[in-house]
């Protein structure tokens, strides 16, 4: 296939392994990879009935336990990361080393177990800046994302944005999503300047809020998991006397009489799709997927974020969280 393309002066279609938590790679990033023309080349997950499964639903033709099989391929164009914060961390390091271009789930906040901090920052910095490294920031593809955006295009006034999330259950999962939402907060404000990042929490929800420099403020509130009328995430979005409704990805409504978009999905499109699209579009051009100075700037403000929770974020992330509002 990379030979025909050759010939006819096109550009080969990039090789692409794929590591991490097999639940992610078979039920989300397989399929999202599988419909954009790329070589889906190797697959390593835990299991090697899990990885041989897996690779045979999608016609990987090699699957393996061993992710050092992945860094080793010389042919291996990008690797794909997927998993729980630790262990995903973990697989950056060599394959920064081994110059893979990398797609990995969640920015990486701190280093790995046994990797000095300051190490890990200086190649996973280096990594960001050179485009090598890009975190899979989806939401800001979704598409009912970019009709928001769309409609707040031409708009000066002040925004509220407030990002209602359910609280992640699994372990360390909290901390791992921090950096999406940072991310859909900053890319739906656009380039105002933040000026600081708070803690919001309420009596029955964890929250942060980012403030920015002309009065703005975006707010992600984590409710319990039993709490609110809505599945996983609504967005609602004020701007002057205007506002908008993203309801977990599906349904675009207006809050107010003076809006008249309106728009329903036939199902939930978080923009995984769209993701695996423009990354293999930067493979193929050899441009960076996400701008290095905005993804280091989400990083600064995912950082602070998880600070300003402090206590709050430990106890979430060790499941000691409680609903007060049931007591």
């Excluded at 419909?35 to 045979?56: F, K, Q, S």
């Excluded at 990594?127 to 708009?155: M, S």
Aim: net charge positive; proline share 7%.
């Amino acid at each position: 296939m990379r030979d025909d393309a050759a010939n006819k002066g096109q550009a080969p279609p990039p090789r692409i392994g794929f590591a991490g938590d097999p639940h992610a790679l078979e039920s989300v990033l397989l399929p999202a990879f599988a419909r954009t023309g790329a070589v889906l080349r190797c697959l390593a997950c835990t299991g090697a009935r899990e990885a041989i499964r897996i690779g045979r639903r999608f016609r990987v033709p090699e699957a393996t336990t061993q992710f050092a099989r992945l860094v080793d391929d010389p042919e291996l164009d990008a690797i794909v990361i997927s998993g729980v914060a630790d262990e995903a961390a973990g697989m950056l390091l060599p394959a920064i080393r081994a110059g893979k271009r990398i797609l990995t789930d969640s920015l990486p906040l701190s280093a790995p177990a046994g990797v000095p901090p300051v190490d890990f920052e200086r190649c996973v910095g280096a990594a960001i800046e050179t485009g090598a490294l890009a975190p899979a920031f989806h939401r800001r593809y979704a598409p009912l994302v970019r009709e928001a955006v769309d409609w707040l295009a031409g708009r000066d006034d002040r925004r509220t944005i407030e990002l209602t999330v359910r609280r992640p259950a699994a372990a360390g999962a909290v901390a791992r999503e921090i950096p999406h939402w940072v991310d859909l907060l900053v890319h739906l404000f656009g380039p105002r300047p933040v000026v600081g990042v708070h803690d919001a929490s309420r009596p029955e929800s964890l929250a942060f809020a980012l403030r920015f420099a002309d009065g703005s403020c975006g707010t992600v509130d984590l409710v319990a998991p039993a709490r609110g009328d809505f599945q996983q995430e609504r967005l609602r979005i004020v701007c002057g006397n205007h506002a908008i409704e993203v309801d977990d990805f599906r349904r675009l409504r207006p809050d107010g009489p003076r809006c008249d978009r309106r728009k329903t999905l036939r199902r939930p499109d978080r923009g995984h799709g769209a993701l695996a699209q423009a990354f293999v579009a930067a493979l193929r051009s050899g441009r960076p997927l996400l701008d290095s100075a905005a993804t280091r700037e989400v990083a600064r403000l995912s950082r602070s974020a998880c600070e300003a929770l402090g206590g709050a974020l430990k106890n979430a992330e060790s499941g000691r969280v409680a609903d007060r509002a049931d007591h």
